[in-house]
Nanobody
Framework: QVQLVESGGGSVQPGDSLRLSCAASGRSIRRYSMAWFRQAPGKEREFVAGIPYSGVGMTYADSVKGRFTISGDNAQNTVYLQMNILKPEDTAVYYC?????????WGQGTQVTVSS
């Protein structure tokens, strides 16, 4: 199985940028479809961005299209989420997700707070 560790969260102002990292160990990320989810206080966890194991055809939630970019580095076995033009509504705990034929793994999450 794969272990996932997120990092890169923090407190920023509206309009700022952050890059989240999801470091995988135990298995190569090439074996998985990888994704980022987020969960705001009092809300359900929601999909943010995904990258299939082929590395082609990223998908994004409508709320982040044009602002967020998901990418993977096979050599580093790491998936990134570049977040630009952050808004207060992006405030949430961000989770990394790995999926292979229904076997799903989660990281522990990293907090992102956007506030003026």
């Amino acid at each position: 199985q794969v272990q996932l560790v997120e990092s890169g969260g923090g407190s920023v102002q509206p309009g700022d940028s952050l890059r989240l990292s999801c470091a995988a160990s135990g298995r190569s990320i090439r074996r998985y479809s990888m994704a980022w989810f987020r969960q705001a206080p009092g809300k359900e966890r929601e999909f943010v961005a995904g990258i299939p194991y082929s590395g082609v055809g990223m998908t994004y939630a409508d709320s982040v299209k044009g602002r967020f970019t998901i990418s993977g580095d096979n050599a580093q076995n790491t998936v990134y989420l570049q977040m630009n033009i952050l808004k207060p509504e992006d405030t949430a705990v961000y989770y990394c997700n790995a999926n292979n034929a229904g076997y799903i793994y989660w990281g522990q999450g990293t907090q992102v707070t956007v506030s003026s």
